[in-house]
């Protein structure tokens, strides 16, 4: 089946010690999205592309990079994890050229730090 | 400012019930609308899409929209306990820009 994959689905940290969460996805979809879900909060865009085409949030801290090395992947580099960066972090593909612009989820990777 | 409105709930009904959840926009050129359904630490699913006035009914979930008065409600009929979780309405403001997210409402559906 098509689909979002992300890896790791859980992840534990330090403060300060940078962490890679990794996105991957069949669809074929030239979209990509980050987004940042803290508890009872909608979903917060942190990056998307449009093909190689990057786009960052204004209010996106410096402390979050990402990377689009081909179609299928994406990761997203947190360099010195603080304790409010401690969230669920998804990943979602969309196409363009669609009339809906539907956009679909992966499963998440519930960061922790310590 | 873009703005999805939704009221945050919690929403409870009696099993069998219909549960009405209501979304309003503030973009009047807003193109399409999405309903997500978020269980407890899971990643949101995609549940119904729409981009026409009037309803769109898909199994027990039917979509509403109304363009001129900038509101989108989703049904759930005969809701069941598993049906419990909150459910987020998104919009497409423009093209392909990205998708403006509600803070969604919580139901329960208390058995």
């Known amino acids: 089946d098509a689909m979002v994959i992300q890896n790791p689905r859980y992840q534990v940290t330090q403060f300060g010690k940078p962490v890679t969460l990794s996105c991957s996805q069949t669809?074929?979809?030239?979209?990509m999205y980050w987004y940042q879900q803290k508890s009872s909060q909608a979903p917060k865009l942190l990056f998307h592309?449009?093909?190689?085409?990057?786009?960052n949030e204004a209010d996106t801290p410096d402390n979050f990079q990402s990377r689009r090395p081909n179609t299928s992947f994406c990761f997203l580099d947190i360099r010195s994890p603080g304790l409010g960066d401690a969230a669920m972090y998804l990943c979602a593909t969309s196409r363009t050229g669609t009339s809906l612009n539907e956009q679909f989820f992966g499963p998440g990777t519930r960061l922790t730090v310590l | 400012q873009k703005e999805v409105e939704q009221n945050s709930g919690p929403l409870s009904v009696p099993e069998g019930a219909i549960a009405s959840l209501n979304c309003t926009y503030s973009?009047?050129?807003?193109?399409?609308f999405f309903w997500y359904r978020q269980y407890s630490g899971k990643s949101p699913e995609l549940i119904m899409s729409i981009y026409s006035n009037g309803d769109k009914e898909d199994g027990r979930f039917t979509a509403q929209l109304n363009k001129a008065s900038q509101y989108v409600s989703l049904l759930i009929r005969d809701s069941q306990p598993s049906d419990s979780a909150t459910y987020l309405c998104a919009v497409n403001i423009e093209g392909n820009t990205p998708l403006v997210f509600g803070k969604g409402t919580r139901l329960s559906v208390i058995a």
């Open positions: 973009d009047r050129g807003s193109q399409s």
């Open positions: 592309y449009y093909d190689k085409d990057f786009n």
């Open positions: 669809l074929n979809h030239n979209v």
